[in-house]
């Protein structure tokens, strides 16, 4: 004959072990503050002498909480599998809420409908979002601000006031220490190929190559525009070279354009970094897996996730926080820059 099944332990089972009212140990359970601490110390003895586990559904709703985070990428479905910056974004995020009571959920923000994603976000779905790979277009994020936590993975193209909140690293400087890299190996003619001028981290990206070939006294040879790929990196590539204009050395804003565009470099029978020396920003597959290995800035990205969901926790408690974080970064110097 099976064992009668045990009963749970329910809230008034631990009331009635701590002799307090069901209310009491309710608002225990939900960290109030205003409850004795001698009393407070009966009703843990009794949760813990039941094994007492709090229905976390009913927690949330007497808090008006889901428990939820969104992550959301305003990207194709294609260029968000390819990216390795997300993935590393995304476990950095996951790893840190899974120290909480958080649960992150992804988001791909679809084309067709890109309204879709911010209905679901105001209708009460998530108590926070973590927004990555912003562009000009997508500011039906930005004025979620104000009604939503958020966190942006690098600053928005809008210019809402306040309660944008932003985890970054600093674009321009990056670039900078990237470009200076090559232009000291004794560079003239600097190129560049920039990322989609609809997103903050690439209009950064490009000011700070500027800006370090007019520090140099040098002038800038050509740019031309890619979206952060591999494929665009090949197309930027061949329209500077069919340009004609000497280029001896390459910033690419982004390692997977880098990795592009020396395939079109050694199809035109140049070499890296004889001809051509090239540095950019990301130290990922790309950057590690090219030959030779490309010359980069490496900006953590698994360190950038966890601190966004970091922050969007605090703002979720209602904890003061800085509007803006900047994470470091470190040049890395390889093969590809010809020093």
Request: hydrophobic share 45%.
């Amino acid at each position: 004959m099976p064992e009668p099944r045990k009963q749970q332990p329910t809230l008034e089972l631990v009331a009635e072990r701590a002799g307090v009212s069901r209310a009491t140990v309710s608002r225990v359970v939900n960290g109030s503050d205003k409850v004795k601490a001698d009393v407070v110390r009966a009703v843990e003895k009794a949760i813990a002498e039941l094994n007492y586990v709090p229905n976390r559904a009913a927690r949330s709703l007497a808090q008006g909480r889901t428990n939820s985070i969104a992550l959301v990428i305003p990207e194709s479905t294609a260029k968000f599998f390819a990216d390795p910056y997300f993935a590393a974004v995304i476990q950095g995020a996951a790893m840190y809420l899974s120290t909480t009571e958080f649960t992150l959920s992804l988001l791909i923000a679809t084309e067709s409908d890109p309204a879709k994603t911010s209905r679901y976000l105001r209708g009460g779905n998530v108590d926070g979002a973590l927004i990555l790979s912003h562009h000009a277009e997508d500011r039906s994020y930005s004025e979620l601000a104000g009604s939503l936590p958020l966190v942006f993975g690098g600053r928005p193209m809008s210019n809402e006031d306040g309660d944008v909140f932003v985890v970054d690293v600093d674009n321009a400087a990056a670039a900078r220490k990237a470009t200076e890299a090559m232009l000291t190996a004794g560079r003239k003619h600097p190129a560049a190929i920039a990322g989609p001028q609809n997103m903050g981290a690439a209009l950064d990206r490009q000011l700070g190559f500027e800006q370090a070939v007019s520090a140099a006294g040098l002038d800038v040879a050509a740019i031309a525009v890619g979206d952060f790929t591999p494929d665009s990196g090949e197309s930027a590539m061949r329209e500077l070279l069919a340009g004609g204009i000497k280029i001896d050395s390459l910033f690419a804003a982004s390692a997977q354009m880098a990795f592009g565009a020396m395939k079109v470099i050694a199809e035109a029978g140049l070499s890296v970094p004889g001809d051509i020396a090239i540095t950019t920003i990301d130290d990922d597959s790309f950057a590690r897996n090219a030959s030779p290995a490309l010359t980069t800035v490496a900006q953590n990205a698994e360190e950038q996730g966890a601190k966004m969901a970091e922050v969007v926790v605090q703002r979720i408690n209602g904890e003061a926080v800085p509007e803006r974080i900047i994470m470091p970064t470190k040049l890395i110097l390889r093969g590809s820059h010809g020093g």
